[in-house]
């Protein structure tokens, strides 16, 4: 599996942006696809995530009633739409999936495949 993120970019603070993750090669119903980001001196941070095969979602408190996460199964294309972005979303911000166990979905040591990352910076 190959996954290729895009969309980011340049925002001020309180606009939107979407995030784009597409995926190449085989993928699994049961998958889960989700976003991570990171800033320098910083630990990986999970953002959301979703199945493939279901509409369960799930984020961070951090960016809950903000950010949505959704899936064009058809398009093997993962999109995290981000309102309302805040200078502390600034980040590079990195797709996975994987199929990691309810209680490790937040956990990115769970996630077998990554996407290159995108830089995602918000000005105040």
């Known amino acids: 599996v190959q996954l290729q993120a895009s969309g980011g970019g340049l925002v001020q603070a309180g606009g939107s942006l979407r995030l784009s993750c597409a995926a190449s090669?085989?993928?699994?119903?049961?998958?889960?696809m989700g976003w991570f980001r990171q800033t320098p001196g910083k630990e990986r941070e999970f953002v959301a995530v979703m199945r493939w095969s279901a509409a369960n979602t799930y984020y961070a408190d951090s960016v809950k009633g903000r950010f949505t996460i959704s899936r064009d199964s058809a398009k093997k294309t993962m999109y995290l739409q981000m309102n309302s972005v805040k200078p502390e979303d600034t980040a590079v911000y990195y797709c996975a999936t994987g199929s990691p166990i309810y209680s490790q979905i937040y956990k990115d040591y769970a996630y077998n495949y990554w996407g290159q990352g995108t830089q995602v910076t918000v000005s105040s």
């Open positions: 090669g085989r993928t699994f119903s049961s998958a889960a």
